[in-house]
C-alpha cells in the first residue's frame, strides 16, 4: 500500500510541477562546470584519439575571466574510508596566465568539506609540456562522497589525462592546507541535519528525473510517436522506478540516521571540537603562510590576531580592511623648485609617519580599485647645514649662524633640527595587483599580496612645532628644546604617491602649501623614503 501511494505522489507530481532539475550526485562520467557562462570551452580532445588517449581540454575563450572552468567527477567515498588516497594524472598547459591543477575534496554530505587540496600554493603556470601530478588526502571515516578532477583558474588552455585514484600507505603524507586526520569532529546535531537534508535531495532528485521522463513521453505522444495507452504504461513503469529508486535510497539514510540516534544514546557520538594542534605565532611583518585550525597568529606590526587559518582568510579579504602605516626617509626644502645647494642637510633631515589607514575594495568581484583613507601623524625635520639654527624676525622665519646671537657667540652648535609635528588625514586612489585565490570553490580577494599603486593626498593640521639644538659648554652636553609656532603653517595639504610589492613601497610626498606662511621666498616640504603597510 505504501509503494502505491509513493507512485501516485509521484505520477501527480512529475505531471504538475514545474522543478527545475538536479544534477546526478554520483557519475563515472566527467561532468563541465564554470564559474560563468561562455567563459570556457570544456570538451573531450579528438585530436588524441588516434593515440587511443582520452584527453580533455580546458580552453578559456575571453581575454580576461574572472573565475574558473572545471571538469569533475564525484563518487560515493566507502571504499576509501579511513585510507589514505592519492590522485595521480598528466596535464600539458599553454599560455596559463593564473593557474590550474588537479584537485580532490572529501565532503560529508554537503555539510562539511573533511579534506581538500587543488595544487593552488603549487599551481602550473604559463607553458608546459606533460608531467604527472599528485594530489594526497586521508578519507576519514565520517565521509560521504569524493569530488575530484581538474580546473584552470583564468585565462589559457590545458590539456589532461589518465587521472586516477589509488590507495596509498598512511606514511604518505597528505598535500593542501586542509588535511583529512585534521578534520573537526562532527556534532550530532549537524550530522542529522545533514541525513535530514539528504534525504530531502533524494526525493527531490527522483521527482525531477520522473517529470523529466514524464515530460519526454509526451512529447513522443504529441509528435504521434507513441499511443496514449502506451505513453500512460510508460509512465507507470518509470514512476514505479523512481519510487523504488526512492525507498532504497530513503532506507539506506534512514538506517543511517537510526543508527546515529542509537550511538548518541549509547554515549558513542562525541560533541564538535578541533582535533588540530594549537600553539601561538608572533610575527613581524606580513606572513603570507598558512596556520593552523587551532593555531593563534599574533601579528605585532599589524596589532591584529588571528584565530586559525580561516579567521585570516575571511579577515583579509574583506571588502574593507585595516592596515598600520609606519613610513620613514629623507625630508627637505623645496626653493625655487628645486632642492639643489639646500640649506638642509640631505642624510641628516628625515621624516616619520605612522597611522592607520583602511583600504576599500571600490568593486565587489574585482581587485584592482581601491579607496585607501586614514589617519596619520608625521614629523618633519629639518637640520640647517654650516652651524646654523632657526630665528624668528617678526613674520619672517630666517637661518642664524651662532655668531648673530650673543647667547651663542662662542659656542658651536652641534646640532640643530627643527621639527613639526602634524595629525593628517591621507586619501589614495590605490591599484592593487593582488589575483584573487579560490579555496574550496570559495573566492578570495587579498591585498597586499602584489604590486600596488597609489596616487593622492593628504590634508591636516600642525600639533606642535619645536626647534632642538645641542652644543657643549665647558666640556657638558647641553640640549635646549624651544617651542613655538616659528611662523609656520598652522595647515597642511600636499600630494602623495606610492609605488611598491606587498607590504612595502617607495613613497613620494610633496607640501602644495609653503612650510612659513609669510617668508618672502617659499620653499615647500618634500619627502621621499619607504612605507610600510601591514595588513
Given at each position: 500500500m505504501r509503494k502505491i501511494i509513493l507512485i501516485s505522489i509521484l505520477f501527480l507530481v512529475a505531471a504538475v510541477a514545474k522543478l527545475s532539475a538536479q544534477k546526478v550526485p554520483y557519475s563515472d562520467q566527467w561532468a563541465f562546470r564554470q564559474d560563468n557562462s561562455n567563459s570556457y570551452e570544456l570538451k573531450q580532445d579528438k585530436a588524441y584519439d588516434a593515440s587511443n588517449q582520452e584527453v580533455y581540454s580546458i580552453k578559456s575563450l575571453k581575454p580576461k575571466i574572472s573565475g574558473f572552468g572545471n571538469i569533475m567527477k564525484s563518487m560515493a567515498s566507502d571504499e576509501y574510508k579511513g585510507k589514505t588516497v592519492k590522485m595521480t594524472g598528466y596535464i600539458k598547459s599553454e599560455n596559463v596566465k593564473s593557474w590550474a591543477g588537479l584537485w580532490m575534496r572529501v565532503d560529508y554530505y554537503s555539510t562539511d568539506v573533511l579534506a581538500f587540496d587543488n595544487m593552488r600554493n603549487r599551481g602550473i603556470k604559463r607553458t608546459k609540456d606533460w608531467e604527472k601530478y599528485e594530489v594526497v588526502l586521508f578519507v576519514p571515516q565520517e565521509a560521504t562522497s569524493i569530488s575530484y578532477g581538474v580546473l584552470l583558474d583564468g585565462t589559457g588552455q590545458i590539456w589532461f589525462k589518465d587521472v586516477q585514484l589509488e590507495i596509498v600507505d598512511d606514511s604518505i603524507p597528505e598535500t593542501g592546507y586542509n588535511k583529512g586526520r585534521d578534520h573537526k569532529i562532527i556534532s550530532f546535531e549537524k550530522r542529522a541535519k545533514a541525513i535530514a537534508n539528504e534525504i530531502k535531495k533524494i526525493t527531490e532528485g527522483e521527482k525531477d528525473a520522473l517529470k523529466t521522463e514524464i515530460e519526454k513521453i509526451d512529447k513522443d505522444l504529441a509528435d504521434g510517436a507513441i499511443?496514449?495507452?502506451?505513453?500512460?504504461?510508460?509512465?507507470?513503469?518509470?514512476?514505479?522506478?523512481?519510487?523504488?529508486?526512492?525507498?532504497?535510497?530513503?532506507?539506506?539514510?534512514?538506517?543511517?540516521?537510526?543508527?546515529?540516534?542509537?550511538?548518541?544514546?549509547?554515549?558513542?557520538?562525541?560533541?564538535?571540537?578541533?582535533?588540530?594542534?594549537?600553539?601561538?605565532?608572533?610575527?613581524?611583518?606580513?606572513?603570507?603562510?598558512?596556520?593552523?585550525?587551532?593555531?593563534?597568529?599574533?601579528?605585532?606590526t599589524s596589532m591584529k590576531v588571528y584565530n586559525g587559518q580561516e579567521d585570516k582568510e575571511e579577515r583579509q579579504s574583506k571588502r574593507t580592511t585595516s592596515q598600520l602605516v609606519l613610513a620613514t626617509g629623507l625630508n627637505n626644502l623645496v626653493t625655487n623648485g628645486s632642492v639643489s645647494k639646500s640649506d638642509f642637510r640631505y642624510a641628516g633631515s628625515h621624516f616619520y609617519e605612522w597611522g592607520v589607514t583602511y583600504n576599500t575594495r571600490l568593486v565587489e568581484n574585482n581587485n584592482l580599485l581601491h579607496a585607501k583613507y586614514g589617519l596619520s601623524l608625521m614629523?618633519?625635520?629639518?637640520?640647517?647645514?654650516?652651524?646654523?639654527?632657526?630665528?624668528?624676525?617678526?613674520?619672517?622665519?630666517?637661518?642664524?649662524?651662532?655668531?648673530?646671537?650673543p647667547a651663542f657667540n662662542s659656542i658651536r652648535i652641534d646640532d640643530a633640527r627643527l621639527r613639526n609635528v602634524y595629525l593628517v588625514m591621507p586619501l589614495h586612489l590605490?591599484?592593487?595587483?593582488?589575483?584573487?585565490?579560490?579555496?574550496?570553490?570559495?573566492?578570495?580577494?587579498?591585498?597586499?599580496?602584489?604590486?600596488?599603486?597609489?596616487?593622492?593626498?593628504?590634508?591636516?593640521?600642525?600639533?606642535?612645532?619645536?626647534?632642538?639644538?645641542?652644543?657643549?659648554?665647558?666640556?657638558?652636553?647641553?640640549?635646549?628644546?624651544?617651542?613655538?609656532?616659528?611662523?609656520?603653517?598652522?595647515?597642511?595639504?600636499?600630494?602623495?604617491?606610492?609605488?611598491?610589492?606587498?607590504?612595502?613601497?617607495?613613497?613620494?610626498?610633496?607640501?602644495?602649501?609653503?612650510?612659513?606662511?609669510?617668508n618672502v621666498v617659499k620653499q615647500n616640504n618634500v619627502s621621499l623614503g619607504v612605507r610600510f603597510d601591514f595588513n
Amino acid at each position: 500500500m505504501r509503494k502505491i501511494i509513493l507512485i501516485s505522489i509521484l505520477f501527480l507530481v512529475a505531471a504538475v510541477a514545474k522543478l527545475s532539475a538536479q544534477k546526478v550526485p554520483y557519475s563515472d562520467q566527467w561532468a563541465f562546470r564554470q564559474d560563468n557562462s561562455n567563459s570556457y570551452e570544456l570538451k573531450q580532445d579528438k585530436a588524441y584519439d588516434a593515440s587511443n588517449q582520452e584527453v580533455y581540454s580546458i580552453k578559456s575563450l575571453k581575454p580576461k575571466i574572472s573565475g574558473f572552468g572545471n571538469i569533475m567527477k564525484s563518487m560515493a567515498s566507502d571504499e576509501y574510508k579511513g585510507k589514505t588516497v592519492k590522485m595521480t594524472g598528466y596535464i600539458k598547459s599553454e599560455n596559463v596566465k593564473s593557474w590550474a591543477g588537479l584537485w580532490m575534496r572529501v565532503d560529508y554530505y554537503s555539510t562539511d568539506v573533511l579534506a581538500f587540496d587543488n595544487m593552488r600554493n603549487r599551481g602550473i603556470k604559463r607553458t608546459k609540456d606533460w608531467e604527472k601530478y599528485e594530489v594526497v588526502l586521508f578519507v576519514p571515516q565520517e565521509a560521504t562522497s569524493i569530488s575530484y578532477g581538474v580546473l584552470l583558474d583564468g585565462t589559457g588552455q590545458i590539456w589532461f589525462k589518465d587521472v586516477q585514484l589509488e590507495i596509498v600507505d598512511d606514511s604518505i603524507p597528505e598535500t593542501g592546507y586542509n588535511k583529512g586526520r585534521d578534520h573537526k569532529i562532527i556534532s550530532f546535531e549537524k550530522r542529522a541535519k545533514a541525513i535530514a537534508n539528504e534525504i530531502k535531495k533524494i526525493t527531490e532528485g527522483e521527482k525531477d528525473a520522473l517529470k523529466t521522463e514524464i515530460e519526454k513521453i509526451d512529447k513522443d505522444l504529441a509528435d504521434g510517436a507513441i499511443t496514449k495507452a502506451n505513453a500512460d504504461e510508460l509512465k507507470l513503469e518509470k514512476a514505479k522506478v523512481h519510487a523504488a529508486a526512492i525507498e532504497t535510497r530513503v532506507t539506506l539514510e534512514q538506517e543511517k540516521l537510526n543508527q546515529l540516534v542509537q550511538d548518541k544514546v549509547n554515549g558513542k557520538v562525541t560533541e564538535e571540537k578541533d582535533t588540530r594542534s594549537g600553539g601561538r605565532m608572533i610575527i613581524m611583518g606580513n606572513n603570507t603562510g598558512e596556520i593552523g585550525e587551532r593555531q593563534t597568529e599574533i601579528n605585532i606590526t599589524s596589532m591584529k590576531v588571528y584565530n586559525g587559518q580561516e579567521d585570516k582568510e575571511e579577515r583579509q579579504s574583506k571588502r574593507t580592511t585595516s592596515q598600520l602605516v609606519l613610513a620613514t626617509g629623507l625630508n627637505n626644502l623645496v626653493t625655487n623648485g628645486s632642492v639643489s645647494k639646500s640649506d638642509f642637510r640631505y642624510a641628516g633631515s628625515h621624516f616619520y609617519e605612522w597611522g592607520v589607514t583602511y583600504n576599500t575594495r571600490l568593486v565587489e568581484n574585482n581587485n584592482l580599485l581601491h579607496a585607501k583613507y586614514g589617519l596619520s601623524l608625521m614629523y618633519n625635520n629639518l637640520r640647517p647645514t654650516n652651524n646654523r639654527f632657526f630665528e624668528t624676525s617678526g613674520n619672517q622665519t630666517i637661518l642664524q649662524t651662532n655668531t648673530s646671537n650673543p647667547a651663542f657667540n662662542s659656542i658651536r652648535i652641534d646640532d640643530a633640527r627643527l621639527r613639526n609635528v602634524y595629525l593628517v588625514m591621507p586619501l589614495h586612489l590605490e591599484f592593487d595587483f593582488s589575483e584573487k585565490t579560490v579555496k574550496e570553490d570559495r573566492t578570495y580577494y587579498k591585498t597586499h599580496q602584489s604590486w600596488r599603486i597609489g596616487l593622492g593626498g593628504y590634508a591636516g593640521a600642525r600639533l606642535k612645532t619645536k626647534q632642538i639644538l645641542q652644543y657643549q659648554v665647558d666640556n657638558h652636553d647641553v640640549t635646549d628644546k624651544y617651542k613655538g609656532g616659528f611662523n609656520t603653517s598652522d595647515f597642511i595639504y600636499g600630494l602623495s604617491t606610492y609605488v611598491g610589492y606587498g607590504a612595502t613601497s617607495l613613497y613620494l610626498k610633496y607640501d602644495l602649501n609653503p612650510l612659513f606662511k609669510d617668508n618672502v621666498v617659499k620653499q615647500n616640504n618634500v619627502s621621499l623614503g619607504v612605507r610600510f603597510d601591514f595588513n
